[in-house]
């Protein structure tokens, strides 16, 4: 029997020295779903995003993949999530190409050659990380987190830097993953850029 995936966010609270980040976020996320959690800077969505990967610890409330604490099953989880932050977790003085090739969460680079296309990195490609713009770099990291093959992506303001059609291209690749029974993580302080998302989380500041 095929199990289908599901995160549950239960009444998640987060404190840091008596200040109330955020509280009381409730929302599941099923298999083919994206959810698009919606704020100003400072209403605590990544601070959401590192808790709902395990980095951090909630002050009260629960995450659960597949019914399970993900506390208690950390590394099953971690093995699931493919996470995109602020930071692009890249080797700025070796090129793209070596990257990729480099990366332990990358096992399959048959879709490498489209997604260059796609995202109009094939010039970028034998360039050192150190010398590629802010958008470029964007790239590169978004090109890892979908070549890792993961169930679940979160993805921390991943339009951000990004040219037009290359927002168009991360699109069309999230509706994909969405319809292959993959499921989304995104953050925005500008909107819906993906038009089919099926949860929006509003964060009060």
């Not at 095929?2 to 404190?15: D, F, G, H, R």
């Not at 604490?69 to 989880?77: C, G, M, N, Q, T």
């Amino acid at each position: 029997m095929i199990i289908s995936n599901i995160l549950e966010v239960q009444q998640a609270t987060l404190y840091r020295d008596d200040v109330q980040i955020f509280m009381d976020i409730n929302f599941e996320l099923r298999a083919g779903q994206h959810a698009l959690i919606k704020g100003q800077n400072g209403s605590g969505k990544t601070s959401l995003l590192r808790a709902i990967c395990g980095f951090s610890e909630l002050t009260k409330g629960d995450i659960k993949w597949n019914k399970m604490p993900i506390d208690d099953i950390d590394s099953v989880f971690q093995e699931d999530i493919a996470y995109l932050g602020h930071k692009n977790g890249l080797i700025n003085e070796i090129s793209v190409s070596d990257n990729l090739k480099m990366n332990p969460n990358i096992a399959d680079l048959s879709q490498l050659s489209d997604l260059v296309e796609g995202l109009n990195l094939i010039e970028s490609i034998d360039k050192p990380v150190e010398f590629l713009s802010s958008g470029q770099a964007k790239k590169v990291a978004l090109v890892s987190l979908i070549l890792s093959n993961r169930m679940l992506w979160i993805m921390d303001e991943p339009y951000a830097n990004l040219d037009d059609i290359s927002k168009e291209y991360l699109t069309l690749r999230i509706l994909d993953h969405c319809k292959n029974n993959g499921m989304v993580i995104t953050t925005s302080n500008q909107g819906n850029m993906v038009n089919q998302s099926k949860l929006e989380i509003i964060m009060e500041q």
